[in-house]
């Protein structure tokens, strides 16, 4: 019997906890399957995909900085793929499928699937910041609407950026019934229900220029790095509100994408204990 094979793909690589998680959830299933993380050249993307398709790998997932190249290597796209414009799992299929490769996006319900496990009435009807308008962002835009919140507010340094992604959002925006709004960092000055932090501002340990009053004790303050303590989780924290890292959607999103895989839904749990 032939082991499955997987991957994660990434420039850098070495620190991913995927091959781990990944390999947790088969063991919750008794299933047999070789996961191992990629380290693929900057410039040689296509080609490490490609070599891992002919292989015989069944899927990978993409990290940074490779998820809009993945995109655009998709021969097929699903809805939430379309919507983030980038893709963080692929799917193989044989030589005589229409489609050979599927791109899909996980991000935005991972992180979703995380808040509602910790805080299960923290989305729907509140009103939610989202701090960013790379593409971190825009794949988590998508499954927010969808919790319909009261509104959900982006906020970037330049607001010229934010109203893009307010354009291309506004047809989900009607669908869903969800105003959203555009602001830069220092005009956010009132208080909101959730703050999300989708910049890579974790990475340089860079504080955001973020008013004191965002924050509430009811507030959840929500970093998609993690790891380590933030300048944002800090500030959030010092102002009495309730912090999460992005541990948890790192293990809800690869839970996901093990779901489209292999058809069964894991237990995020008992990893996410296993990792803290």
Not at 104 to 112: K, S, W
Not at 124 to 141: D, F, P, T, Y
């Amino acid at each position: 019997m032939s082991i499955e094979q997987y991957a994660v793909i990434g420039h850098p690589i070495a620190h991913s906890k995927s091959p781990l998680i990944h390999q947790a959830f088969a063991k919750q299933f008794n299933k047999a399957i070789r996961y191992e993380a990629v380290l693929s050249p900057l410039d040689g993307f296509a080609a490490t995909l490609h070599r891992l398709q002919r292989e015989g790998y069944v899927g990978v997932n993409v990290t940074v900085p490779f998820k809009f190249e993945a995109y655009g290597l998709s021969q097929a796209l699903s809805e939430r793929a379309k919507a983030a414009g980038a893709v963080n799992t692929l799917s193989f299929h044989s030589a005589e499928a229409s489609c050979q490769i599927q791109g899909d996006n996980t991000d935005g319900c991972g992180l979703v699937n995380d808040i509602l496990m910790h805080f299960p009435t923290a989305l729907a009807s509140k009103n939610i910041l989202l701090l960013g308008a790379g593409g971190a962002a825009q794949g988590v835009i998508l499954p927010l609407l969808a919790q319909r919140p009261a509104q959900l507010t982006i906020a970037n340094r330049s607001l010229n950026k934010a109203q893009a992604m307010l354009e291309k959002f506004a047809p989900a925006s009607a669908i869903y019934g969800v105003p959203i709004a555009v602001n830069t960092y220092a005009d956010c000055t009132s208080a909101f229900d959730v703050v999300i932090n989708a910049t890579s501002a974790g990475l340089t340990d860079t504080p955001l220029p973020l008013s004191p009053h965002l924050f509430t004790q009811h507030t959840l303050a929500y970093d998609m790095m993690y790891g380590r303590e933030t300048p944002f989780m800090f500030q959030a924290r010092m102002a009495g509100a309730q912090v999460l890292d992005g541990l948890g959607m790192l293990v809800e999103q690869a839970a996901e994408a093990f779901y489209i895989w292999h058809g069964v839904r894991p237990d995020t749990a008992a990893v996410m204990q296993a990792l803290r």
